[in-house]
């Protein structure tokens, strides 16, 4: 069982920076691969970042590339994602996940674990 909470959400303009966190409970955080989703009103969920076990591989949605990095501390039980040049369209709910499998990252279904999500407006 592993318990995901999120914070580091808020306002911020165009252009600004974010740093999400998320913090699990359990000792078994090593053993799952992480990952951040987002969905904005009347929007379906979508994929954002995610980070292997040991943080050695991380993939990105095109949409944050080469804006948002994703990183983890195994030592902390947290994950982080650290948003730059934010623009108006980053504007959704966060939520982080943990899955224990290593296929399908980008696929909510393939996640055995959320959070209750954390808030992010970018204003123009």
Do not use: H
């Not at 600004?16 to 969920?45: D, H, I, V």
């Not at 591989?57 to 994602?81: E, H, M, P, Q």
């Not at 623009?87 to 980008?106: F, H, I, L, N, Q």
């Amino acid at each position: 069982q592993v318990q995901l909470v999120e914070s580091g959400g808020g306002l911020v303009q165009a252009g600004g920076s974010l740093r999400l966190s998320c913090a699990a409970s359990g000792r078994t955080f090593r053993n799952y691969n992480m990952g951040w989703f987002r969905q904005a009103p009347g929007k379906e969920r979508e994929f954002v970042a995610t980070i292997s076990q040991n943080g050695g591989r991380t993939y990105y949605a095109d949409s944050v590339k080469g804006r948002f990095t994703i990183s983890r501390d195994n030592a902390k039980n947290t994950v982080y994602l650290q948003m730059n040049s934010l623009k108006p369209e980053d504007t959704a709910v966060y939520y982080c996940g943990a899955r224990m499998g290593g296929s399908y990252y980008y696929s909510g279904a393939a996640y055995d674990y959320w959070g209750q999500g954390t808030q992010v407006t970018v204003s123009s």
